[in-house]
């Protein structure tokens, strides 16, 4: 009974681990700004493969919130 109950903790433990794994994959789908803004150019399209590396600008984004300057 004991080994029962180990082996089912078992795969319990090893389901949640890929669930993780395919949750920080799904992450890796979205481009976020560290900031708000409107997209006001967009160099790319949806289902393009994008190449890490490739210097190619994807989008233009305009901040829509005013800078402060503090003296």
Do not use: W
């Amino acid at each position: 009974m004991q080994s029962k109950y180990l082996a089912q903790q078992s795969i319990v433990n090893s389901n949640g681990a890929a669930l993780q794994r395919l949750q920080a994959l799904e992450n890796f789908k979205a481009l976020r700004a560290p900031f708000d803004g409107t997209v006001i150019v967009r160099n790319t399209d949806i289902g393009d493969l994008v190449v890490a590396g490739s210097n190619h600008i994807l989008f233009q984004v305009a901040r829509e919130d005013p800078l402060r300057c503090l003296r």
